[in-house]
């Protein structure tokens, strides 16, 4: 019998010669193979048990906070935001100054004309 290499595919062509099998063969090799990890031992197994999961009906006990414990927490994190200087604090006063007028203006202007347009409509 003849060598799988060696014999012809149905196409005609030796095997050596036949593009899709080499490129069947450079596929196969180039898999990645499955490192044992190092909890395994060299016949595949571990050697423990994987914990099980906490199911989902067990409630954990949380600790409750404190009043004192929730100001010392919440003065900790105020002590970690950078504050605005006087000058950024007077430019975004503007331009929310500013925003808010707009938006006034515009929703004035569409009332304005919502009620023009109805009283032409039913006046």
Do not use: C
């Not at 196409?11 to 010669?17: K, N, R, Y």
């Not at 909890?39 to 409630?59: I, N, S, V």
Request: glycine share 6%; proline share 6%; charged share 25%.
């Amino acid at each position: 019998m003849a060598d799988k290499d060696n014999a012809e595919s149905e196409s005609g062509v030796p095997a050596a010669q036949d593009p899709a099998r080499e490129v069947a063969r450079a596929a196969a090799s180039s898999r990645p193979v499955r490192k044992p990890s190092s909890t395994e031992t060299t016949d595949g197994k571990k050697d423990h048990a994987t914990p099980k999961q906490r199911t989902g009906g067990t409630a954990r006990t949380r600790k409750r906070t404190t009043p004192a414990a929730f100001v010392r927490e919440s003065a900790g994190e105020l002590r970690k935001v950078v504050w605005p200087t006087a000058t950024q604090l007077r430019q975004y006063f503007v331009v929310v100054l500013v925003f808010v007028l707009l938006v006034i203006l515009y929703v004035s202007s569409l009332d304005l004309l919502f009620g023009w347009g109805l009283l032409q409509i039913f006046g």
